[in-house]
């Protein structure tokens, strides 16, 4: 069984994380591609190459420059720099369903109050040491 390449992973979870930004299921996608979810679900996995071709048609779909799909590669590229782990997770958290319907519902709240009241809570839940 064949290793998935560091880039095909970065690649697909950058395809995943706006497909679910736009809110599209995996089969719309497919579709609007001609494929089968399958297939769709093995480029966000990584398991399978996207070719040049297809991801420049991915990104027509996705309305997004096909360099969307290699922001943050990079550092990974020529080593982890100081700080990356960060960024890694904070995508691998935006590409997931549960990252970003907290995203989304988290932005709605107006009142900032509220919004610091819940990152108190989030904060106390995780274990997260009080800054001041």
Excluded: C, W
């Excluded at 979870?13 to 736009?22: G, P, V, Y």
């Excluded at 089968?36 to 966000?44: G, S």
């Excluded at 799909?69 to 990079?74: D, K, Q, V």
């Amino acid at each position: 069984m064949r290793v998935p390449n560091p880039i095909d992973i970065h690649v697909g979870k950058r395809l995943r994380m706006r497909r679910l930004m736009l809110d599209m299921s995996q089969e719309t996608l497919a579709e609007a591609l001609g494929l089968t979810f399958q297939q769709v679900q093995k480029y966000e996995k990584g398991s399978n190459r996207v070719g040049a071709s297809r991801l420049q048609r991915i990104s027509e779909v996705l309305q997004v420059p096909v360099s969307f799909f290699f922001e943050g590669l990079a550092s990974k590229a020529t080593g982890k720099e100081r700080g990356t782990e960060a960024l890694d997770y904070v995508a691998d958290f935006i590409a997931s369903s549960d990252g970003l319907a907290l995203i989304r519902s988290f932005s709605k709240i107006k009142n900032a109050k509220l919004r610091r009241s819940i990152i108190d809570l989030v904060e106390r839940a995780a274990g997260v040491p009080e800054a001041h």
